[in-house]
């Protein structure tokens, strides 16, 4: 974790979750992150709560688990389609993402 991602997360729960409208079904979420997200049949990146169900609800989160904090951020980093958004569950303030400050 590098201590950008350790300052932001600062031991606050976060969520992440997908823009399908902008999902570009590379799946490079799934291969950072496969426990936190999953491509459906429809070839869309989503969610999946901590008990494995996929979260096809628009705007659907999910918590990020700390030890996979780096693999969620990169997801977010690396996709094309800038639809991975990732927030503070205090404030709903993004802190990885497309909308991050």
């Known amino acids: ?6 300052a932001v997360a ?3 729960a976060l969520e992440v979750w997908i823009d399908q409208d ?3 079904g590379d799946g490079i979420c799934v291969q950072y992150a496969p426990e ?3 491509l459906d049949i429809d070839g ?3 969610v999946k709560s901590p008990g494995d169900e996929l979260l096809q609800a628009p705007g659907a989160t999910t918590p990020v688990p700390l030890p ?4 969620v951020v990169d997801s977010a980093k690396e996709c094309p389609g800038d639809c ?3 927030r503070r569950v205090s404030d709903r303030v993004e802190v990885f993402g497309p909308d991050a400050a």
Do not use: N, R, W
């Open 1 to 6: 974790m590098t201590m950008q991602e350790e």
């Open 10 to 12: 600062g031991g606050e």
């Open 22 to 24: 902008l999902c570009t």
């Open 36 to 38: 936190v997200f999953e």
């Open 44 to 46: 869309l990146a989503y």
């Open 68 to 71: 996979l904090l780096t693999d």
């Open 84 to 86: 991975i958004h990732v």
